[in-house]
Every structure is written in C-alpha cells, then in structure tokens.
C-alpha cells in the first residue's frame, strides 16, 4: 500500500481555485504562522509529522524547456502534503471534529469544497482529489510523531542523570533514579509495527 | 430531538437485562420463504424497548448476519447497501482486529470455526426453569416453521459469589457492569460520566444516532444505513464476541507481580483496569476501594482524566481509560464522543472463587456484545487503536493488559509518585489472558424492519 | 522563509515528464515502474541521503475536474512531484542528491524535460530550483531535531524502558552499577541506519488483498 509506510500515511490532494481569491488564501496562511494560539489545535492533535499547503498560481506550473507545452489553466491550484499517523479515515474525522472551522477556512476557496461537516461528504470530497503516491520513505516508520517526540524527551532525561548521578553515591543515586523514573514514565511506550491501515 | 419509539426498537439495544441467565441460540436458516416463516412467528415473542409495567420473566430479541440476510431473500441492492465490515464478517475482519495468533479463526472453537450462522436469538430469564420453557417456545416454532436449524447455543449466566447468590463479577475478579453510554432518548435514569462532556464540564447524553440507525449522531449527519431507510431505522449492529479468559495465568501474573510491586495486590488489580476489583474507580479513590462510592451511581463513573495526566492516580494505558478515554486527549472530548461502545454481557462458565485451584483450559469467560451503529467507527477502532495499540494515549505499541495480544512479552508501564505506596511500576512480560474464541457481527433490527423482512416486502430504491 | 520551519526545510518539487507518443513504455509509465521497484526501507536511496526525514514522489496525471460548475480544463504536461522533509540548507541536499543518489535520479528525472544529468552538479541544482515552488505554509512537529539525532533517540528509547524494566527492586549499589554500564553503552552506541531493515512480516511488506476493503480505513 504505497500511501502508507510503517505508521504514517502520505496523502496527497490538489484542488482548484478561482485566481482572485487565492490572495484571501495567503492573508489566512500569513495568520496562521504569525498567530500560535491558532496553531495550538493543530498541535495538539500531535498526529501530523509534517504537512505543508503549496499555492500553484495558474501560471506557476514549471516550463524548463522549449520541447515543453505550455500551461493554459484558468485556475490556481493548492496542493496539500500531509504526513500523519493514524488510518485515513480517523485523521479526517479527528480534523472534522475539533478542527472544522480551521478547515473549512483553508479549503473553502477551493471550487465544490463542501463544508468539513458532516463528514461524510467532507470525505468524499478528498478520495475525489486525492493522489496515490508512487513511493513514501520515512527514516523512521516504526515511530508515530507522539513516539518521536517522547523518545527525545526520555534522551534528555538520562543525559541529565547521566551527568548528575556520575558521582553519586548509591542512596543519593537511588533517589535521583527514582526522580528519573517519575520524569519518564509517560514516555516509555514501544515502537513497533502499528495496526493495519495505520 | 424526537422522541424514540420504543415499540419498534429491541429492547436489547436499549437497555441492558438484568436477568442473571441467558441463551444465546445460532441459527441456519433453509430458505427464505420458511425463514420468514419463522420469523412472522417469532416476532410475537421479541422484547421491545417499552418500559415494563411488571417485569416479564424472560425475553427474547433476534439479529441477522449478512449471510442470513441474503438467506432471507433480502434484495441484492438492499444487500450492496450494508456497510462492508458487516457484509463481511467478523472473520474476516480478524486482521484488523489482530484476531491473530492465539485469538485466529483457525484457533476458534469448533462451531464458530465452521461458521455459517445466519441469525442470533438472546434469550435472558429469571432462572434455569423459566430459560427452558422460553427456549422450548423458540424450539417449537423452529419445528413448526421448518425455518431453521439451532447450529449450536451458548449459555451464560451471571457467576455466584460463593454463598448461592448471584455478584457482579467477572472471571478475574472485577465487578463489571459501569459506564455504558448515555443518549438521547435512552429513557433509563443516566449516570453522570455516561455521556460526553459539554464545554462547561457537565455530562450530557450522547446523540441517539451513535446507538440507532436514522437518527443524527455526533457528527450531524446520519449514520451510513442500508436502504431503503425503513429497514435500517430503529435498527442497529451488534457485535458478538466469546472472549476465553486465562484464568489460572491471570491470577499467577497478580500474584507474581503483586508481591514486588510496593502498593500491594489488590492495588495492582486496580491499577491493570483503572477500577478496584469492587468497582470503585481509581480516579475518585486512589488509594482504597470505597463502597459508599461504588454504591452511588450518581458518583461511580463520574469522574474525568483532566486533573491526573501523569497518570498517577490512573494509569494512562489502564483499561478503562483506553476503551473511554473521556477528556485525556484534550479538545474537552471531542475526539471520543464518535468512538464510544455499549456494551452488553455475561460470564459464561464456573467461577472459581479465590483460592480455588483453577485451570486456563476450563471453559470460562465472558460473552462480550457491543451495539453501535458503525462497527467500522466505533467497535473496531476502539478495539484496533485504543485496546491493541497505543498511539492515540502517547503510549506507543503498547496494547491493553487484558485484552490485548501479547504473544511476544509487551509492557504495562503503571506511572506512579513519590509516594511508597504508589512507586512507578513496569509490568512486563505480559501474557494473552484473554483469548477470542469465536464471534460475528449482526444487524438487529426494529420491530417494522423485522416485518418487512418476514413479508418480504424490503424495497430498495 | 516559508520553505524553512525550525531547523528543517520543506522541499517542493514539480518536474514536468516528458510526452512522447513514440515511446515504448510512457515515460510516466516508466518512472512508476521505476518506483513500484525501489526498496522503501533502509536499502532506500533516500536512506543514504540519510538527512531526508521523510519525502515522497507522486506521478501526477492531471488536475481534477471536481464537477460543475466548476470549469474542466487539462494540464499539457504530467508532472513528477517531488515533496521532501530535510534537515540542513536546498544546496547541500541537493549536491548529495546528484553525487550520492545518482541512479536514482537519473532513472526517475531522466523521464523529465530539460533535465540535465548529474555530472554537473551545478547544472542539476540550477535544474531543480527551476523545477521548486515555495511552501506557502509548512507544519512540522518536531522542527529541532535531526534525523540522526531522532533515530538515535528512539533507540535510546527502547533500551531505557528495557533497562527500568530489569532493573526493577534492585539494591541501590546493584543498580548505580547497572546503570554506570547501560550509560556507557549508550554513549558509545552504534549508528543507528535510517529507514528500516526488511524482515518478513513486517507491516511494510504486507501485499495489497484484493478482497473488497480488506484493509482498514
């Protein structure tokens, strides 16, 4: 299933959009970046390694010879990259759930985008403009981004006791392992194989 | 909202018997004109959903599995309409399940191994004697009718707690029986912590939708239904597990890591599920079971995860916080309004009362049924990303303790404080204490759905 | 600068695929092909170009017509679309792509108008920038750490959780000791190699079933 490699899922859609309002698009983007509270959901969601939005103008298309056609497109397009773990129909419900204004806000301009809810055609919408990818790599395919980030906070914390308990004695280490311990407890989940579709 | 119809529901999806004994009868159906046959018969004896002026000493309720459904002269495009997890059944789903190693259709017993059952009767009574004259009716008609042959049946009652009375609990000890989900139109006194969490951090029910076919659910729209939209309303899934428990290797486990883990055995037990053995849910009783609490409904599933997310009180990946996670993924709940099961159940087979010898191998577990109204959305992802993986509550690969497949070891991680009694605890090498022994998916339908079909009168558009 | 987030950089890439009727195999046909063969785990070219985290490669057909009244129009050329997740700067990446993934390339861009070859480095690089569109919004969630660092990472990961694991209830003089070696092994552990090695079994080799929505979701 070439979407999918290890735990994650590339998903790939491209939609069209009248040329004026795509400067609305880029204003909304510009927000997004500027102010965190806005990110927060889409952080907190945590399921998402990478995602990126790119905005194809209808003259965008790239021409790198002569032998080449040119494009004639009456329509700009914004392609969507994502990078998520999770199977394809638990990561759009999630967004519909708690993010559908978000959403909304950013495939609105897009032509026949229906609304983010109710889901169902919500979902159509994407098989419909959705490409299947002809190959996905990840470097780390038995680990969702959740597994990364909690790995890179149990490394911090056996350096930190590395350091300190170097010269500990064996009471005084026996505490500070248990401190350890406490700091890391959330983190210590397996990185494996996941679920089917995942 | 509107108001539910209780006469055209089953009284099965609406509300959890409380008879201690039960049959589960599967059946083959011939053919379609004397299944359906049978069928106008038996729709005299099925149990709605109305409220009981005196309570009846037994009831009956049916379901059909997809074969039974093109068995019964279903029309094809009718069929086409139902939802692909259905249509294909439990076994086939098993990959998704990691109905696997262990648990695999080729390890299942040998009547659910065979397979082709076509329909389910649940028959529950007050006692031994009045089980066997409900099921001497359903025999007579079967006889009668010709429309059916019993394939084999399955008994389940409630365990006895060692002075001849009948208890709550289950094979490992736990009493069971909390935090089925509230809704709409449910029409039982509801229980603070049933439903989902409004904005303000009240319990509210969830919508009938979740539960019922051709009502709006949590995501306003109405649940994927097979046409035409009278046989599907009222109507909903059913799934039917017979889940063996390991017993003997269960209790060896406890008392193997009972006697190193500092809080002590029984606290250990809490710790696997998130409630002590007498129910009391760790959340609200951290430190002691409390049967004021456990007797209190208005208490004893009201609680949230939002002020424990170190898990110290519950641990993250416990039982229950997995299979109702509540507010622990933020977002005050959202994520798992869509995701919530309910469930019905009994034990099947001897208990062994504590101190007893006891042997994995004797047939004893419980009969696990879980009414939603997308298999797809709610059993199976509960069962695929909360209970056999991890990802969702930070914890990894991890799968549950109880339910979950641990062919190759796997860890229980138990978060704990500064306190003795509460030090972080890993369990490791973790065993299958519970093992699949068969089971299917069915579509129970309303009171009008179950006519149509005994008439032959479904059209689809 | 858009195309950056944290330390890491989006790559977005459209090369448009040579159309040529008389060929034998479409070149967009050909680069499938290509790429339905390539090894996805470690033996992935994208595994040495070890500072990828994770990128994909697309043949894309043509736009979608999404119904009326929505206009239909066509792309006169398919394109081969390249998105990449990287640490580091366009130009390194890049330089290693030609020098270090060169079959690779040659055999998926050679389908590709005006590409260049990757004798010439400079030529390559100039190729691809002509070929790049800028990120007009990058997400990513863990924007401060390197491949190398997150994959040494997890395996620390594992073996920490392994180490609490066995060294639960030991005397304090047993585990300072336990802990003094299991430190040392971690300090001088081996290179951990991206992607992962095929072994049977594993989820990334599982065959597409072919019974009606086998898989989940």
Redesign the interface.
Known sequence: MTNINGKTYAMTAITPMKSWKTPILRVFFFLLGRIKPLQAKLVNLSFIHFARWVVVKRRGFPRVSDAQPEENLHYDYLLFFSNFNGTWNQYIDAFADVLADGLDLVWRWSEKFPRSRPVSAFKRYIALVQFDTDYYYTAYPRATTNDVKAAHRVCAALEDLGKSGRDMSPADFNRAYLQFVIRVQKDLGATGVGPIGT | MAKLNAADIQGFAMRGYTFPVARFVFLEIVDAPSGQALLRRVLDQVTTAERWDVKPDSTLNIAFTYQGLVRLGLPDATLLSFP?EF??GMK?RA??L?DTGVSAPEKWEPAWRTGGVHAWVGIYAESPEVLQRRCKILDDLLAETGGAQVLHTQDASLLSDGGGKYCAKEHFGYTDGFGNPDFDGADRKSQPGQGKLTADGQWAPLATGEFLLGYAD????LP?APVPHLLAKNGTFMVYRKLHQNVATFREYLDEHGS?YAGGKEKLAAKFVGRWPDGTPLELSPERPDPSLVNDPARNTKFTYGSDP??TRCP?GSHIRRAHPRDAF??NG??V??RRIMRRGLPYGRYAQPGEPVTDAEEHGVIFMVLNASI??QF??VQ??WI?????S?????RDLLLGKHDHG??F?I????DPAN????C?GLRNFVELRGGEYFFMPSLTALALIATDAVDPR | MANQNGSIYGLTILSPIIDDPKADISHDCAIREYLACLPRDSRSPFAVLSSTHLARLVVMDDVIFVGTPAKEEHLQSKYLVFESNLDGDLDTYLTRMATETRDMVDAVWGHCYGYPGTQNVQAFIAYMKKCQIDTTFFFADVNNQTVRSTLRALKVQASVAEFIGSHQGKLPEQLLAGFRAFYGNVENMAEPVPGHPQEPGTHESIPLQKTMAARHG
């Open positions: 692909v249509v294909q086939a990959e998704v990691e949590e995501a306003g729209e994927v190193k170190e898990g993250i933020g977002f959202q994520l309004n869509r797809f959305r199976e992802f695929q990303q056999q993986y991890g990802n969702d930070h914890q990894g690969t991890d796997g860890r991680m978060q704990g404080d500064t030090p972080p605890y890993m490791t």
